[in-house]
C-alpha cells in the first residue's frame, strides 16, 4: 500500500489530478493482489476423470519401483542365505575333519588297548579290568581270543565276571534291545 507521506509529495510535485490517478491506480493494483483469484467451478465428475488418469499415468512406474525395491529386498536376503550356507560348509567340514580324526584315533586306541591286555598275564589284565568300568571291560574281552577271554575272567571278581559275561551274551543276542544299559 502506499503511505500517506508518498501521496502528498507526489500532490505537491505532479498535481491533484495525476496524484489521485496515481495513487488510485496503486491502491487499486494492491487491493487486486490482496484478493484471491476467485476459484474456477470443478465438476466432481471431471475431478474423477482426472485423479483416474492420474493414478493410471503413474500405475506402472509405481509397479516397477516397487518390483525393484522388491529385487533389492531379496538380493540382499540372497546374500545372507549364501554368506551363512559358506558358514555352515566351513563348520561342516571342520566337524567332518574332527570327527575323521576322532574316529582314527578311537580305532588306534582301541586296537592299542586291546593289544596291551592281549600281551598282559590273565592275572594282571582281571586286575587291571576289576577297576575299569563294566562296559569297558567287556568289550574289551569279547575282542580277545575265545582261550585269553576265559583265563581273564576266570582270574577276575566273580560277580564283575558274571556281570560281564551276560553283557557279552547279551551283545551277540539279535532279541535284545540296543537301547538298554548292559549294567
Given at each position: 500500500m502506499i503511505s500517506i507521506a508518498i501521496a502528498r509529495k507526489m500532490l505537491n510535485s505532479c498535481g491533484l489530478a495525476s496524484a489521485l490517478a496515481t495513487v488510485a491506480m496503486v491502491l487499486s493494483l494492491g487491493f487486486a493482489t490482496a484478493q484471491e483469484a476467485p476459484k474456477p467451478v470443478v465438476d466432481p465428475a471431471s475431478s474423477q476423470d482426472e485423479i483416474r488418469q492420474?493414478?493410471?499415468?503413474?500405475?506402472?512406474?509405481?509397479?516397477?519401483?516397487?518390483?525393484?525395491?522388491?529385487?533389492?529386498?531379496?538380493?540382499?536376503?540372497?546374500?545372507?542365505?549364501?554368506?551363512?550356507?559358506?558358514?555352515?560348509?566351513?563348520?561342516?567340514?571342520?566337524?567332518e575333519d574332527w570327527l575323521k580324526r576322532r574316529d582314527d584315533f578311537l580305532k588306534t586306541a582301541d586296537l592299542g588297548l586291546v593289544d596291551i591286555y592281549k600281551n598282559m598275564k590273565p592275572d594282571a589284565a582281571a586286575a587291571s579290568l576289576n577297576d575299569v568300568r563294566i562296559t569297558v571291560?567287556?568289550?574289551?574281552?569279547?575282542?580277545?581270543?575265545?582261550?585269553?577271554?576265559?583265563?581273564?575272567?576266570?582270574?577276575?571278581?566273580?560277580?564283575?565276571?558274571?556281570v560281564i559275561t551276560n553283557i557279552i551274551s547279551s551283545a551277540s543276542d539279535p532279541n535284545t534291545s540296543k537301547s538298554k544299559d548292559p549294567t
Open positions: 492420474f493414478c493410471t499415468n503413474i500405475a506402472n512406474p509405481a509397479r516397477d519401483q516397487r518390483y525393484l525395491l522388491q529385487k533389492q529386498e531379496l538380493e540382499k536376503l540372497q546374500a545372507d542365505v549364501d554368506q551363512r550356507i559358506a558358514t555352515m560348509d566351513k563348520r561342516k567340514a571342520e566337524y571291560a567287556a568289550a574289551i574281552i569279547m575282542k580277545l581270543s575265545a582261550r585269553q577271554s576265559s583265563l581273564i575272567l576266570a582270574e577276575m571278581d566273580a560277580k564283575k565276571a558274571a
